[in-house]
């Protein structure tokens, strides 16, 4: 689309049309009203950047393990950008993708549920490519770190390329490989750090993510468990 207001709002309409294929991509020039985790905002300067939403039927994962989703997508956005920059990429838990500490891209995913099972799954992809100045001092583009413009289609290629292979490699069934990579690029992990929670503030590290996504912090008092809204590094 030369212009749209979200692609995942398009894509979540077209993916309820049967003769609409796994893998069709919804992409934009100027997403005037993206959506962001958190009821935040998406914003991307027209023509700069990737926009994008990818529509997947995994109707192998049940509805429990949609995390897996995550995972599969953020090590794909991470292999990507790892190929375009030797400096430090990692997943900021659940699905940010940051080089260098800032984030370069962010992923909101939503699926549709039908009986056990996920019928449709959209991807929704926004990549920070050409775009050099930005609101957020924690936000980077490719051009901010390698110093020189990238082509759009290209780069789109690319990336979906790697979609592609960890995608497959979810539907093979390779869990473990999964695992261990998403874990030896998780963002901070086994380091001591400050979290806001909910009633206040705690001091612990980052152990591991369980069965349903959620993450796993050792502190003094034990491990405990995190949904998406119930912490955030204090300093992030
Ligand atoms: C985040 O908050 O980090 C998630 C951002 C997701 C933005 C992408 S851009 C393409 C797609 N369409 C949207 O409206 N949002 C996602």
Redesign the pocket.
Known sequence: MPECH????LAVELSQHRSVIEGAVVITHN?Y??????G?Q?V?APGKNL???LILKPSFLRADQQFRLNQVISLAISDYSKEKTEKVVKIKWPN?VLINDR?VC???IENSISGETIQNAII???FNINQTEFESTKATSLKLVEGHDYDLQTELQNLLQCVEIRYLQLREGKIETLEADYMSNLYRIGEQHKFKISNGELSGKIVGIDQRGRLIVKTDAGEQHFDLKEISFADY
Request: glycine residues 20%; without cysteine; charged residues 15%.
């Open positions: 979200s692609t995942n709002t997403q009203q993206g959506k962001g985790q958190r935040n998406w991307s926009t994008l939403s940010d984030k962010g992923i909101l929704g992809i926004g």
